[in-house]
């Protein structure tokens, strides 16, 4: 899969853009404060179901109105067989490709989170959704 590859903000740049402090965040994602303070420093990264939440957050924070008519499968034109198999088409969640697995348009399916991570990070629909609020989802 060619194309740009799209950089994943960092926790503390996620953080300020969704105007929370690192207490309100910690809360948010259930983890410590200190697991915050420590991403931020760099002494840590974050892990999969913290990144996939960062992310989640992000996301609806940029593009919360958009979000219902966005729909990967018609963006990535998807042949009706895929669509069928693909989970994230039956349940109607066009923007959640990056984030449910069982999605059909890149196979072999990823192995991990690490592995799908970079897949997305090189689709379309995924830096779409990265994109800060003044740019259009749809």
Same mark, same amino acid.
């Given at each position: 899969? /060619? &194309?740009?590859?799209?950089?994943?903000?960092?926790? %503390?740049?996620? !953080?300020? *853009?969704? !105007?929370? =402090?690192? /207490?309100?965040? @910690?809360?948010?994602? &259930?983890? =410590?404060? %200190?697991?915050?303070?420590?991403?931020? *420093?760099?002494?840590?990264?974050?892990?999969?179901?913290?990144?996939?939440? +960062?992310? +989640? +957050?992000?996301?609806?924070? !940029?593009?919360? @109105?958009?979000?219902?008519?966005?729909?990967?499968?018609?963006?990535?034109?998807?042949? @009706? @067989?895929? %669509?069928?198999?693909?989970?994230?088409?039956?349940?109607? $969640?066009?923007?959640?490709?990056?984030?449910?697995? &069982?999605? $059909?348009?890149? #196979?072999?399916?990823? %192995?991990?989170?690490?592995?799908? #991570?970079?897949?997305? $990070? !090189?689709?379309?629909?995924? $830096?779409?959704?990265?994109?800060?609020?003044?740019? =259009?989802?749809?």
């Amino acid at each position: 899969m /060619a &194309g740009i590859h799209v950089d994943i903000p960092d926790i %503390r740049s996620i !953080r300020t *853009e969704l !105007r929370l =402090s690192q /207490a309100e965040l @910690a809360t948010y994602l &259930g983890i =410590s404060v %200190r697991s915050i303070q420590s991403c931020e *420093e760099g002494w840590r990264l974050p892990g999969p179901a913290v990144l996939k939440s +960062l992310l +989640l +957050l992000l996301i609806i924070h !940029r593009h919360h @109105a958009g979000l219902k008519d966005m729909t990967c499968w018609s963006q990535k034109k998807c042949p @009706a @067989a895929m %669509r069928e198999k693909c989970l994230v088409h039956r349940s109607g $969640q066009g923007y959640l490709c990056w984030f449910l697995t &069982g999605n $059909q348009c890149e #196979l072999p399916t990823s %192995r991990n989170w690490s592995e799908k #991570l970079t897949r997305c $990070q !090189r689709c379309k629909v995924f $830096q779409r959704l990265l994109q800060p609020k003044s740019h =259009s989802v749809t």
